[in-house]
DNA sequence: ACCGTACGTATTGTTGAGCAATCCGGCAAG
DNA sequence: CTTGCCGGATTGCTCAACAATACGTACGGT
């Protein structure tokens, strides 16, 4: 049953064949998913995919407002259809938006980063701990880790911040939950508004890339507490970063 | 349920608002979070949250369609701030929006109970095994241990189930993440949707409040490790109970 | 009887305008 | 400097309408 065509996130496709009761003509078994291709082209769908993507690219920095108004008639949209897209970006929490006053781009905090890293410690090393790992959620991994060492060797330091991504994505994929892919995929998307505060975001992941490699190579050798240390190790470091980056930011907003 | 403070409460009125205004005059502080009981109510939030009520009582069952002209006159209020509403429930996955179809009452499958549970296991275990559990959170978990046995003694089986799930709340609040916990009491509520399906919902829950007790008794002596795996025990029980029931459903359903 | 097609109806998707409620800025008065 | 007030602007919500789509049904061919 499709009855996950919502609009989830930009790249949802996972439909995951279940209880099939009784289908006597076998030919037709796998369209299912193909059902989701041909239309799903909600317009408040893609409004909300669009101003994902704006958001987390930074085109759009933290504590922008959006007006409804305005941003209607920028997107060549009705304001009610605009104010759907909002109520799931704010449920995202991409946005926050505030009562009779407007939505704004979400600002994050030390707390939210500590708050972030806390549940990622958590999740991302239970999922390395679990132990079952299937064969393509560690092909994932690995696959992450090269496009991303791929992305050091041409400088490509964006694309190395999206495969850090991918990586971080692929490791709670070893879990096997799809509503936990989703919830930390969600929450991965969230802290990317916190890079776009750093001083120098291109740079930020490029230390982390062998760190992954040590972490895949150890996931592919079966020694999954080892792996798990080093994940946590690298969280710390990361989150200690971030704290650095937004102390600093807000010295500079609240000195001058 | 009135009573119960820690009810399903709006979850949009979160704003990054941790700015200090320099407030000089002293006896101001701690006014900022009176500003949020003031006006939190807008026509959306209201709507969801009774929709989500009457969802997970259970007095809107898994399947039923929610046209919304009808919905809307019914409740009172205009069809697109209901479609929003809807938007809100169909990001917790408590309906789902089938395009051009309308909006359904979720209905959860075998592979659903799965992917819950598996991360119910990852994420309650975890939680429980991190070690740093603060003494307010562990209150907590016997508090909803104490309010599940007066309900059992007095054969108030609704409240049996509600207090179960304040126990698992408490369990992933020993993380310590605002985050984790908006994830999990979410996805504790969509299981609720599963719990209706059940032949004998009421007594589902009984046999596992000694556990609870139990489980709560290990954290409160620092044995975390045992406490996690009587918790993996119960989740696993519970999980092949729940799949038991869904495959006597749909074997009623699809058999005859 | 079986199958495919065309059509009519009901519902959803989206738009646009409109009004009340609320917030923000500035200005006058104490 | 604080307090109160007013005008402009924005949001919250409603209403009505049209276009697009899905579903049920009758029709015609074989």
Redesign the pocket.
């Known amino acids: 049953m499709a009855q996950d065509g919502s609009s989830a996130g930009p790249e949802s496709g996972d439909a995951g064949g279940s209880g099939a009761p009784d289908e006597r003509s076998a030919p037709l078994a796998g369209l299912s998913g193909a059902r989701m291709l ?2 799903r ?7 909300a995919d669009a101003l994902r993507a704006q958001i987390i690219e930074g085109a759009l920095p933290p504590g922008t ?8 008639k920028e997107l ?9 897209a ?1 109520r799931l970006l704010a449920h995202e929490r991409l946005v926050v ?7 704004f781009v979400r600002t994050l905090d030390a707390d939210d980063v500590r708050d972030i890293y806390t549940t990622r410690r958590l999740v991302e090393c239970a999922a390395v701990r679990a132990g079952d790992a299937p064969p393509p959620a560690v092909a994932e991994i690995r696959a992450a880790v090269k496009t991303a060492e791929l992305a050091v060797a041409e400088s490509r330091w964006h694309d190395v911040g999206t495969a850090d991504l991918r990586f971080h994505s692929a490791i709670v994929a070893l879990a096997g939950s799809r509503r936990l892919n989703d919830m930390m995929r969600r929450m991965l998307a969230e802290l990317r508004l916190v890079f776009h505060v750093m001083a120098d975001p291109h740079r930020f992941h490029e230390p982390y890339v062998h760190r992954n490699a040590a972490i895949a190579t150890l996931i592919e050798q079966g020694r999954t507490r080892e792996a798990a240390e080093v994940l946590t190790g690298y969280l710390d470091d990361a989150e200690a970063q971030l704290l650095r980056g937004i102390a600093e930011r807000s010295g500079d907003r609240g000195g001058g």
Not at 65 to 72: C, S, Y
Not at 77 to 84: A, G, I, W
Not at 97 to 103: D, F, L, T, Y
């Open positions: 041909l239309d082209t909600s317009t408040v769908s893609k409004l407002q959006l007006a409804e108004h305005a941003a209607a060549g949209v009705s304001r009610n259809t605009l104010r759907e909002f938006h505030e009562p009779h006053r407007g939505v």
